[in-house]
């Protein structure tokens, strides 16, 4: 490469999918200054009047698009299936950024994390941002939850409504990119996913106190009764969906919250790659714990193409780091949601205009546009024809820095 600053860079792409919804792929040139894209040129031609000593990428025939965005991971969680250890501050740190490059390496160039504790987290944040080998992270640290509720050992416990508005002061003060909240149990012992978090007067006092600080609020959901509570609290994200009974018998499924999800307009971010992982690992889960990861996935894909059916709107996220959920499952999880209900086009979007969007950051990334933070990703083939072209990436760049 020619000479200049490090994420100032001139990009041929034979192929240029600014967005999922992009028809025709046609060539164009990308001038990134700063870190962001500030021209998009299209045709075979190299403008004239661009700067000639950028450093230059040709990426040849290769489809560019938008770098992908994971809505949900916990970066301070191995994804190994061992229980939550007892790491140091600086373990977690290293924990953090080891995920977060892997991210990274499967195109993944923001990740936001949905819980894990706050000192570590926004470490990682800071270091991850220094790092151009290393996805971006958007963060909300502990998640609140309520006394002895799911996810509690990360230190986000409230009592009350009044607790909580403090909390969410706090975390709004310490510069968290967003926030999140439990409405039902989930896989903490004492907290099983389908006994309920907080009362919606909770979840109500949740929404005001995020939306007074400008934050995006993500609430975990794992049974009917939890996504009625938070839809019905003016909720708009609402993580994982699922319809978890005491039986885990498939029949938690409740077509009059898939409606009111559909009608309230809320954005569901599925994870489904958690009971994926869970049943691919050899050495995974055994036993009755097992048994009853066999049961709920079928279960949990049926009730996502119901939800999809319904007209629910979603975001991709994988949960990575949660149980088995490695950093680079995104691919994975959007041929999931193909594969349940979705077009490739669907999901590509969710994993980039759509979740963005939900984020908060719909002018900002998922998308190569100008002023667009200069993420993208290149393939051989186009994801719109065949999402698997996202596992033989040919291209990475974050910020403008280029990965590979
Ligand atoms: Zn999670």
């Known amino acids: 490469m ?71 991971v916990h970066l301070t969680e191995p994804g190994d299936g061992t229980e939550p250890a007892d790491r140091s501050v600086a373990e977690n740190v290293e924990l953090g950024v080891a995920n977060a490059r892997t991210a990274l390496r499967a195109g993944v160039t923001t990740v936001a994390d949905c819980g894990g504790p706050p000192e570590a987290v926004l470490a990682v944040r800071a270091r991850t941002a220094a790092l151009p080998d290393c996805a971006r992270a958007l963060v909300a640290t502990a998640p609140i939850t309520k006394v002895g509720g799911h996810s509690w050992r990360y230190g986000g416990e409230v009592r009350d409504a009044a607790d909580l508005r403090a909390l969410v002061g706090r975390y709004a003060a310490s510069g968290v990119d967003f926030v999140k909240a439990m409405a039902s149990g989930g896989g903490t012992p004492g907290a099983p996913p389908w006994e309920p978090g907080f009362d919606e007067d909770v979840l109500h006092a949740a929404v005001e106190a995020a939306a007074s600080h400008g934050l995006p609020l993500k609430v975990h959901c794992l049974s009917a009764g939890s996504m009625r509570a938070a839809v019905t609290a003016g909720v708009v994200l609402v993580e994982h969906g699922k319809f978890r009974n005491a039986a885990e018998d498939g029949r938690g499924f409740d077509p009059a919250v898939a409606d009111l999800l559909a009608r ?21 889960v055994s036993g009755e714990a097992g048994a009853l990861w066999g ?52 999901a590509l979007a969710a994993a980039t205009t759509d979740a963005a969007t939900a984020l908060g950051k719909g002018d900002l990334i998922g998308r190569i546009a100008p002023g667009y933070l200069a993420d993208f990703v290149a393939s051989g083939a186009d994801p719109v024809d065949d999402l698997s072209a996202l596992d033989r990436l040919v291209a990475v760049a974050r910020d403008g820095h280029v990965l590979r």
């Open 295 to 346: 049961r709920r996935h079928p279960h949990d894909l049926d009730d996502f193409r119901r939800l999809v059916e319904s007209g629910v709107s979603m975001v991709s996220g994988t949960d990575a780091g949660w149980r088995f959920t490695p950093f680079d499952a995104l691919p994975g999880e959007l041929r999931m949601m193909a594969g349940a209900g979705m077009t490739n086009r669907q």
């Open 2 to 72: 020619a000479a200049g600053t490090v994420n100032d860079l001139v990009v041929y792409a034979g192929r240029l999918r600014a967005d999922a919804w992009s028809r025709d792929l046609r060539p164009a040139w990308l001038l990134i200054r700063d870190g962001r894209f500030a021209e998009i040129a299209p045709g075979a031609d190299r403008p004239g009047d661009w700067p000639a000593d950028l450093p230059h990428l040709d990426l040849g025939r290769a489809v560019v698009l938008p770098g992908l965005l994971d809505s949900h």
């Open 264 to 284: 309230s307009g809320a954005v569901v971010c599925p994870t489904l790659s958690v009971g994926h992982h869970v049943l691919s690992v050899p050495s995974g």
